[in-house]
């Protein structure tokens, strides 16, 4: 089964990178959920939760708002502020 890259990404530091089966998060235009395979994509993002389902289980942090970038199977989530709770740092 394919695979998602995700970097998340607050303004001063990188918070989580590893690999995710699935994405979501909302979007100025509603809820967005990613896929290994999603077309190409940059979105703008509204303060709320994304969710990051890895093979470890589900993953969800907090943002203020930011973008998402998706391309290749890769996904960029950028926002100002991320509240990640209890979401193991950095991976790889």
Do not use: C, Y
Not at 32 to 49: F, K, N, Q, Y
């Amino acid at each position: 089964m394919s695979a998602l890259h995700v970097e998340l990404v607050a303004a001063d530091r990188q918070v989580w990178e590893g690999e995710a089966q699935q994405v979501s998060a909302r979007s100025v235009d509603g809820e967005l959920g990613i896929l290994p395979g999603h077309s190409p994509l940059l979105g703008v993002l509204v303060a709320g939760e994304v969710r990051i389902k890895t093979g470890g289980g589900a993953q969800t942090v907090t943002i203020d708002g930011g973008f998402l970038s998706v391309d290749n199977d890769r996904v960029v989530i950028v926002a100002e502020h991320v509240d990640a709770g209890n979401l193991a740092t950095t991976t790889g």
